[in-house]
């Protein structure tokens, strides 16, 4: 009995071993795709510049769901960023929106 039950011990320990050491961490330079949060999480350098697949009803979606409102002018820059005018919180900002969905005001 103490044999089986050591063998399966050790079994079960060699099992979480290998599935600890197939764990994936994301080493790859190309930033992750877009979530579908409504958090306003950023990357550290957004807008990030990349091939943006939104049209202007969808960049206009997603700036609404972040608490813009009258989105206007938006046009899509050499890095393929969606700019234009928006207001929050009663003030005139100046959106962006980058391919990974991140908005950012300047």
């Known amino acids: 009995m103490f044999r ?3 063998t399966a011990l050790a079994c079960a320990l060699i099992s979480c071993a290998a ?3 197939n764990a994936s ?3 790859s330079t190309i930033p992750p795709a877009v979530s579908s949060s409504n958090s ?18 969808e960049a206009k979606s997603r700036i609404e769901a972040r608490g813009y409102s009258d989105v206007s002018n ?16 009663g003030q005139p900002v100046n959106v962006a929106l980058d391919y990974q969905g991140n908005v950012t005001t300047n």
């Open 4 to 6: 089986l039950v050591t």
């Open 19 to 21: 599935v600890a050491q």
């Open 25 to 27: 961490t994301n080493s």
């Open 40 to 57: 306003d999480s950023k990357t550290s350098a957004a807008p990030v510049a990349g091939a943006n697949s939104f049209t202007e009803s």
């Open 74 to 89: 938006l046009t899509k820059d050499a890095n393929s960023i969606w700019r234009g005018k928006a207001m929050k919180d």
